[in-house]
């Protein structure tokens, strides 16, 4: 039995076309490798390409939108199930919900949002879904950057990449989510520091 595989990524229409293109490919992967799609539920851009391409491969696609982006986003009513939720917390807290596992394309601060909320939680052993970042061009080199900085000068440790897989082929990206990593067991000394 497959997984069910939460996509989080773009939804503007002003990015290269090349990273809905390359969603579409997503799509397809997903659906040949006999998952299915939980996603946020819009209809254009890379949401809408992902979503359409797993349909078109014969994957069963969830979408999970918020009342008030449904205009905005243009709701997806060919998913299998569209899901439409009050708030952005309770879409991402049903998103969570009905994945196995999540893997995160290019995109904007809402699904830096969904990542870091996934990560941190899966830092904290919340969860012990596996996470991957898909990044075919290099958009997060400056955010792992940024958390290898941070670790480094004690604001995070280590560890939190044990948390994720990171790469930029397709097949390694849904290889990794099969193989489900490790669970990152939290010590006290997380806890206390309340720091990641």
């Known amino acids: ?68 982006l449904a205009r905005v986003e243009l709701s997806d009513e060919d998913n299998d199930e569209q899901i439409v939720t009050p708030d952005m917390r309770s879409r991402k807290g049903e998103m969570d919900r009905r994945s196995d596992a999540f893997l995160v394309l290019p995109g904007g601060i809402g699904t830096l949002e969904e990542l870091f909320e996934i990560w941190t939680a899966r830092v904290l052993g919340m969860h012990d879904k596996p996470l991957v970042i898909l990044d075919p061009t290099g958009v997060y080199e400056p955010l792992r950057a940024l958390m290898t900085g941070l670790a480094d000068q004690g604001f995070a440790r280590p560890k939190i990449f044990d948390a994720i897989g990171w790469t930029a082929s397709i097949p390694e990206a849904f290889d990794l989510l099969e193989r489900s990593q490790p669970h990152i067991e939290p010590t006290l000394e997380d806890y206390a520091e309340a720091e990641l």
């Open 1 to 68: 039995m497959g997984l069910a595989v939460c996509v989080f990524c773009a939804s503007s229409n002003k990015i290269d076309k090349r990273y809905v293109e390359f969603a579409a490919e997503v799509g397809a992967e997903l659906a040949r490798r006999g998952h299915s799609l939980v996603s946020g539920g819009g209809r254009v851009s890379c949401m809408g390409a992902v979503a359409r391409a797993a349909r078109e491969g014969g994957a069963r696609s969830v979408g999970v939108i918020p009342k008030g």
